[in-house]
Nanobody, 124 residues
Framework: QVQLVESGGGLVQAGGSLRLSCAASGRTFSRYAMGWFRQAPGKDREFVATITGNGGATYYTDAVKGRFTISRDNAKNTVYLQMNSLKPEDTAVYYC?????????????????WGQGTQVTVSS
């Protein structure tokens, strides 16, 4: 059974940075793409970033391009989301998810396994 545990959320001022981590267990980590999604209060969950199983390719939603970086360490079974130049509109619960395959995937339906989420709050 897949377990995903996020950490690193918190309260930060606008313009600041945070790094989220997601530790995975239960399957051979490098075989599966990983993604980050977020859900703001009163809004639907939305895609943020994804990375292929081997870490060779990444893809971002336009709202975070140039500010967020997704990466992974397959030796540590961990995926990261470095968030810089944070804005109040980045405030949300951030979820780590593991895909059913290794390619570049971005739809929620492509990710059968999810973490519990970590709160990120950006104050203005």
């Amino acid at each position: 059974q897949v377990q995903l545990v996020e950490s690193g959320g918190g309260l930060v001022q606008a313009g600041g940075s945070l790094r989220l981590s997601c530790a995975a267990s239960g399957r051979t980590f490098s075989r599966y793409a990983m993604g980050w999604f977020r859900q703001a209060p009163g809004k639907d969950r939305e895609f943020v970033a994804t990375i292929t199983g081997n870490g060779g390719a990444t893809y971002y939603t336009d709202a975070v391009k140039g500010r967020f970086t997704i990466s992974r360490d397959n030796a540590k079974n961990t995926v990261y989301l470095q968030m810089n130049s944070l804005k109040p509109e980045d405030t949300a619960v951030y979820y780590c998810a593991q895909a059913y395959g290794s390619g570049l995937l971005s739809r929620s339906d492509d990710f059968p396994s999810w973490g519990q989420g970590t709160q990120v709050t950006v104050s203005s």
